[in-house]
């Protein structure tokens, strides 16, 4: 069985993710909840990709997105 990362690791990961493909990351709070956007960096300003609601989510959503494991 693959060992679970912490949901902190998992966010860690996704900002060190974004970081090196020119991506980053934003949290949105929503009462209790938390949204995690997506953005790419572009010369005329940030371009919105998409969202996820959860850590693992949002850590798969930017390897996706920036084609790497």
Known sequence: M???HSPLQQI???RQIAKDFNLFLSEKKI???TDY???RI???GHVFIGK???P??????V?????CR
């Not at 693992?56 to 959503?61: H, K, L, S, V």
């Not at 390897?63 to 084609?67: K, S, Y």
């Open 2 to 4: 693959a060992r679970q």
């Open 12 to 14: 860690k990961e996704a």
């Open 52 to 54: 996820r609601s959860s």
């Open 42 to 44: 572009t010369g005329g």
């Open 56 to 61: 693992a989510g949002i850590r798969q959503f």
């Open 31 to 33: 009462g209790d909840r």
């Open 63 to 67: 390897a996706q997105v920036a084609n």
């Open 37 to 39: 956007l997506l953005f």
